[in-house]
């Protein structure tokens, strides 16, 4: 089976600008999981997504947004960037009912 | 809430010896996940070992293993044989269960030393 794809790998925006971020899960995985992984803060949860719901919310403010498509890929957004924004960002998809995630490689994301 | 501690920001083993990292984390719940994650320099997080807290005996992977004290809530992996590919940072996470967030502790840099 194919891994977790997220797509961009790598981009640079600029203060105010938005972004949106793309993930697909591994094949059959209906949960899709956003990280936010800072040398700061480390690793924080964004948000989870299951069956095209949001099921559960990290701490974010409403500028961090996200949604999920019938066919369980994700996008998440961020609008109006700021400079802390820069990070990199990991997906994650589960099986139903499983305990564990599996990560994408992730999305770096530089705001200047 | 959840917390998750991992007290060593680095450490480091010479190649084919013992090395085990510390976690301890915080939860009213009897009932949990605990595992290891291993973010190599491509940055992808890898599951290196998850154990079931109904499950009193520690879980093994190859090289890897756990010793879990559920009373002390203590969470320790121990890597046997280092070797060179092992170098990574490593997270101790925890999750209630499944449909619930993660909770990461802030990760043990792992230098193997030829």
């Known amino acids: 089976k194919a891994g977790v794809t997220q797509t961009p790998r790598y981009l640079i925006k600029t203060r105010g600008q938005q972004v949106t971020l793309s993930c697909s899960p591994i094949?059959?995985?209906?949960?899709v999981s956003w990280y936010q992984q800072t040398p700061g803060q480390g690793l924080q949860f964004l948000f989870e997504y299951f069956s095209e719901t949001q099921r559960n919310k990290g701490n974010f403010p409403g500028r961090f947004s996200g949604r999920q498509f019938s066919n369980s890929r994700s996008e998440m957004n961020v609008s109006t960037l700021e400079l802390g924004d820069s990070a990199l960002y990991l997906c994650?998809?589960?099986?139903?009912?499983?305990?564990?995630?599996?990560f994408g490689e992730g999305s770096w994301l530089t705001v200047v | 809430a959840q917390t998750v501690t991992q007290s060593q920001p680095e450490m480091s083993v010479q190649e084919a010896e013992t090395v085990t990292l510390s976690c301890t984390y915080d939860t009213s719940e009897s009932d949990y996940y605990l595992f290891w994650y291993k973010q190599p320099p491509s940055r992808q997080m890898i599951l290196v070992i998850r154990q079931e807290a109904y499950k009193q005996q520690n879980a093994t992977e190859n090289r890897f293993s756990v010793n879990f004290q559920k009373a002390a809530k203590s969470f320790s992996l121990k890597i046997s044989d280092s070797q060179l590919g092992d170098a990574a940072m490593y997270f101790c996470?925890?999750?209630?269960?499944?449909?619930?967030?993660?909770?990461f502790g802030t990760g043990t840099s792992l230098t193997v030393i030829p």
């Open positions: 994650a998809s589960s099986p139903d009912g499983g305990n564990t995630i599996y």
């Open positions: 094949s059959g995985h209906r949960s």
């Open positions: 996470a925890y999750r209630y269960r499944p449909g619930n967030q993660f909770y």
